[in-house]
């Protein structure tokens, strides 16, 4: 949430009173759900060996000399 000049997690519904509470609360919003959608996404992309390496993938796993 956010009282226009601070941005602040809230976890519970207490959070979400002593924020509205002490000034406007201007924006909120629920980023549970997509936290973890794109937890699980990532987590996927990690365990898929590349198929094939890009140029500068290339040029790093080249030998210096």
Known sequence: MSDGA???LCTSNDEVIDVVSRGQGVFGIAVGKVLREVETE????EAQAPETLD?????????TA
Do not use: K
Request: charged fraction near 20%; aromatic fraction near 12%; avoid cysteine.
């Open 42 to 45: 990532l987590v996927a992309f």
């Open 6 to 8: 601070s941005v602040y």
């Open 55 to 63: 140029e500068l993938a290339v040029r790093r796993a080249a030998p």
